[in-house]
């Protein structure tokens, strides 16, 4: 399973940034990849990047290439996205999953995080 | 790849099938998943390979398709079913979604 570490929600400024963690708990974290995918209000899901932690190899959506990074860390089974140059427009609930491949579906996703930028 | 899917709401009575449809502008083989997604919750993995039920997931749910054109139906709708229902396809590690339908009591 994957557990966010952040819960509820948070309010940024816009031009700031925003870091979302997940924490996976189940099976071999080295196994797996995390993804990260995002929900506008009244919008659909919208794929960011995805990692293979073990690996270190991300692959992001060209749309967010130049605002977002995304890490692991094996010893801690944790995996981060960071968003920069926030906008109102990435006001969103910001979600990560769980794949067993980097050509799977996501089979497990945390219950997500609301991210609100706002002055 | 774009995912295209219809319709953009589905209004169906409780215990009547609903067919849901996702198209692709590239073939995706049977690389397509469905996910459910109720309102506050995290979005559920349904189906992967196009046809395959994930675990846990009830048999009046079914996929089925290839290439361009996939299909979702669920049989004898019960109440925890409406929900959005979104295609993905993850054929490249480039993944997308459907803009989603929503299933709605009629």
């Known amino acids: 399973q994957v557990q966010q570490v952040q819960s509820g929600a948070e309010v940024k400024k816009p031009g700031s940034s925003v870091k979302v963690s997940c924490r996976a708990s189940g099976g071999n974290f080295s196994n797996y990849v995390i993804g990260w995918v995002r929900q506008a209000p009244g919008q659909g899901l919208e794929w960011m990047g995805t990692i293979i932690p073990i690996l270190g190899i991300v692959k992001t959506a060209q749309k967010f290439q130049d605002r977002v990074t995304i890490n692991a860390d094996t010893s801690t089974s944790t995996a981060d996205m960071e968003l920069n140059s926030l906008e109102s427009e990435d006001t969103a609930t910001y979600y990560c999953?769980?794949?067993?491949?980097?050509?799977?579906?996501?089979?497990?996703w945390g219950l997500g995080l609301l991210v609100t930028v706002s002055s | 790849i774009l995912m295209t899917q219809s319709p953009a709401t589905l209004s169906v009575s409780l215990g009547d099938r609903a067919t849901l449809s996702c198209k692709t502008s590239?073939?995706?083989?049977?690389?397509l998943a469905w996910y459910q997604h109720r309102p506050g919750q995290a979005p559920r993995l349904l189906m992967y390979?196009?046809?395959t039920r994930a675990t846990g997931i009830p048999a009046r749910f079914s996929g089925g398709g290839s290439g361009t054109e996939f299909t979702l139906t669920i049989n004898n709708l019960q109440s925890e079913d409406f929900a959005i229902y979104y295609c993905q396809q993850y054929n490249t590690w480039l993944y997308t979604f459907g803009q989603g339908t929503k299933v709605e009591i009629k």
């Open positions: 999953a769980r794949g067993p491949t980097a050509t799977a579906p996501f089979d497990y």
């Open positions: 590239h073939s995706i083989t049977t690389n």
């Open positions: 390979a196009a046809s």
